[in-house]
């Protein structure tokens, strides 16, 4: 059985950095094709795909944020981790990490999110 | 990147209702397209991915068509734990990957 759970802070300040820790059990980071994917979704808005990192080290960003964003995984620890730089109020949101279907892009399990709030 | 629209942002409609979402690309995807239903407070669920295959354990009067740029999703009598807000995304072209605003389905 897959699981995930985001953890992290729940308020940041403007400018500071954001780091959130996926812990994920029912799969591992070690075998091939596996990846882990984070997505956020502001309040009342939709949703918007951040980062993925796959079992060999390849690591994918969204265009718009890749400047801000490192995605790293810790195999022995079943962790990835996100982190964001230069937080700002419109980062507000609900983070999911989520398990992406072997050798494919799309999200069959999730984490149960964890909300953002950047404000000083 | 790709731009998923999808139509309508929201509407009402009773139990028993057969209702239809579209998303439509801004360019070709192929088959390579999921939908995703959400209830408040909660993650995304995948319905349906490669346009048209059912994600296992998901009831059957879920159902989706499409390629290249046009795809629909159909739910053929609606049932009150539907009532959900449902989004598609594309997986053809990545980074990034992405989403459609999505579609709100409300009790009238």
């Known amino acids: 059985q897959i699981t995930l759970k985001e953890s992290g802070p729940t308020l940041v300040k403007p400018t500071q950095t954001l780091t959130l820790t996926c812990t994920f059990s029912?799969?591992?980071?070690?075998?091939?094709?596996?990846?882990v994917g984070w997505i956020r979704q502001p309040p009342g808005k939709a949703l918007e795909w951040l980062a993925l990192i796959y079992w060999n080290d390849d690591k994918r960003y969204s265009p718009s944020l890749k400047s801000r964003l490192t995605i790293t995984k810790d195999t022995s620890k079943n962790q990835v981790v996100l982190t964001m730089t230069n937080m700002d109020p419109v980062d507000t949101a609900t983070y999911y990490c989520?398990?992406?279907?072997?050798?494919?892009?799309?999200?069959?399990?999730w984490g149960q999110g964890t909300l953002v709030t950047v404000s000083s | 990147a790709i731009r998923m629209t999808q139509s309508p942002s929201s509407f009402s409609a009773s139990t028993g209702d057969r209702v239809t979402i579209t998303c439509r690309a801004s360019?070709?995807?192929?088959?390579?397209l999921a939908w995703y239903q959400q209830k408040p407070g909660k993650a995304p669920k995948l319905l349906i991915y490669a346009a048209s295959t059912l994600q296992s354990g998901v009831p059957s009067r879920f159902s989706g068509s499409g390629s290249g740029t046009d795809f629909t999703l159909t739910i053929s009598c609606l049932q009150s734990e539907d009532f959900a807000t449902y989004y598609c995304q594309q997986y053809y072209s990545y980074p990034p990957l992405t989403f459609g605003g999505g579609t709100k389905v409300e009790i009238k």
């Open positions: 029912g799969f591992s980071l070690s075998t091939s094709g596996v990846g």
């Open positions: 360019q070709g995807i192929s088959s390579y």
């Open positions: 989520a398990h992406p279907r072997e050798s494919m892009y799309y999200f069959d399990y």
